[in-house]
């Protein structure tokens, strides 16, 4: 069984930064992708980043590239988050997923074997 709990959301103003953090437990987790999905008030859970075994394997929307860095560490079991000049269209539910499929990345929420319960972030303009 996996645990995911994120934290680290909160509401900051626009081009603000924020580190969001998922600490995962379960025998699992190293060698699984993680990805992070967001869900803004009204729309479906999308995509955002997800990161393989090792920090060089990234995958990004592209509505983040350039302005959110994922990474993990796999001896403490998080995978992090920083995302940097905020916009108010980023403001939703943050939350970390864990595929263990091991296909490669995988963009749909579907796709994900488990879930945490999410962090909020809100971009205020």
């Known amino acids: 069984q996996v645990q995911l709990v994120e934290s680290g959301g909160g509401l900051v103003q626009a081009g603000d930064s924020l580190r969001l953090s998922c600490a995962a437990s379960?025998?699992?987790?190293?060698?699984?992708?993680i990805a992070w999905f967001r869900q803004a008030p009204g729309k479906e859970r999308e995509f955002v980043a997800a990161i393989g075994r090792t920090n060089g394997n990234t995958y990004y929307a592209d509505s983040v590239k350039g302005r959110l860095t994922i990474s993990r560490d796999n001896a403490k079991d998080t995978v992090s988050v920083q995302m940097n000049s905020l916009k108010p269209e980023d403001t939703g539910v943050y939350y970390c997923?864990?595929?263990?499929?091991?296909?490669?990345?995988?963009?749909?929420?579907?796709?994900?074997?488990?879930w945490g319960k999410g962090t909020l972030v809100t971009v205020s303009s």
């Open positions: 997923a864990l595929d263990t499929s091991a296909v490669g990345f995988r963009t749909t929420p579907g796709a994900m074997d488990y």
């Open positions: 379960g025998r699992t987790f190293s060698n699984s992708v």
